[in-house]
């Protein structure tokens, strides 16, 4: 059996955050299709060195793999001298269940799918006339989902806000030069989220930095540090207030995103998630219908989004040699 094994370099050579997006976009449809098959996600809390692990399987039907992911956090890997994300993803022959090849993407495709689940997010929810964005984090994350943004918006000012200040001076620096964005630093949260009109928040946070009070009409959030049950970064009522909260799969949010917080407080029933985001996608439920409306995209990142991008990754490097073989 040959298996075909990929670097991070290669895997970048072959899939950027236009093919993401459109991978993302339709492998939401099909999830909320009911097209896909999707195991639990498999967690490692270690919360004695800052570090997370999370284990994403999934299979988009008709798709010819299928896709295991292990892809961590740990996030004082800085004080070592090593990257924070780290990762790699199997992918399996759906017909045989053999193995096809190995993903080496040191948590690339993880950041990539999850900045375009937050683009397709805003291409849906946001409204067409965004001029500003508000970042909460000036992480990877932070730098992907602005990119990803980019390609379905056209803001003219983005506003950072992180704990470490010249970290987030390091992020507008960038935002700047790359993007030719005017970049402008927030000493605290609340200058980051009030009189934005895209607000997206990357932390690993446990406690809530976004209040209710602080959105104006016609904001979209996107919120995607919420990953695992102890995570937080909207206050509950945020959801409360939102005309519309949107996450990637209701079954996953209510376990482990900020629908999971909402949900426990008591301030928001299940009956309060509008809808998936692939129903919205699907045109199975519309999205944006007035420009004052407050719109939540609560993204947990599920298996599926992994499972697309690897596929697209693993059909396009089997059908042009890239990568190195190995016989097994």
Not at 248 to 261: F, K, P, T
Not at 267 to 282: H, K, N, S
Not at 297 to 308: E, K, P
Request: include cysteine; proline fraction near 4%; glycine fraction near 10%.
């Amino acid at each position: 059996m040959s298996v075909v094994m990929l670097t991070e370099a290669e895997i970048r050579g072959i899939i950027g955050h236009r093919e993401a997006i459109d991978l993302v976009r339709r492998a939401f449809a099909q999830h909320s299709r009911g097209e896909v098959i999707l195991p639990a996600v498999m967690s490692f809390d270690f919360r004695e060195v800052a570090g997370e692990t999370h284990v994403k399987g999934a299979h988009l039907k008709g798709s010819p793999y299928f896709s295991v992911k292990v892809a961590s956090g740990f996030y004082r890997n800085p004080e070592r001298g090593l990257p924070v994300g780290s990762g790699m993803v199997s992918v399996f022959d759906a017909t045989t269940g053999q193995l096809r090849a190995v993903l080496f993407d040191n948590g690339f495709l993880t950041d990539l799918r999850t900045a375009a689940s937050g683009a397709v997010a805003a291409d849906v929810l946001a409204r067409h006339d965004v001029q500003s964005v508000g970042v909460l984090g000036c992480g990877i994350q932070a730098a992907y989902q602005l990119a990803a943004l980019l390609e379905v918006r056209s803001p003219r000012r983005v506003v950072v806000y992180c704990r470490t200040r010249v970290n987030a001076e390091a992020y507008a620096a960038t935002v700047a030069k790359a993007h030719g964005l005017e970049a402008a630093v927030a000493s605290a949260p609340a200058q980051a989220v009030a009189g934005v009109d895209i607000c997206i928040t990357t932390t690993p946070s446990r406690t809530p930095i976004v209040r209710s009070s602080w959105l104006r009409p016609g904001v979209h959030i996107t919120a995607i540090g919420s990953d695992m049950p102890h995570k937080q970064e909207l206050d509950a009522d945020v959801l409360a207030r939102a005309d519309k909260v949107a996450v990637d799969s209701v079954a996953q949010a209510s376990r482990q995103g900020e629908l999971h917080h909402a949900l426990d407080a008591g301030l928001l029933g299940p009956a309060g998630v509008y809808a998936e985001l692939g129903e919205i996608v699907a045109g199975m439920k519309p999205g944006r219908e007035r420009p004052d409306e407050i719109t939540v995209a609560d993204l947990t990142g599920i298996g599926v989004l992994d499972a697309a991008v690897a596929g697209y990754v693993t059909e396009i490097a089997l059908a042009h040699g890239i990568g190195h073989s190995l016989e097994v």
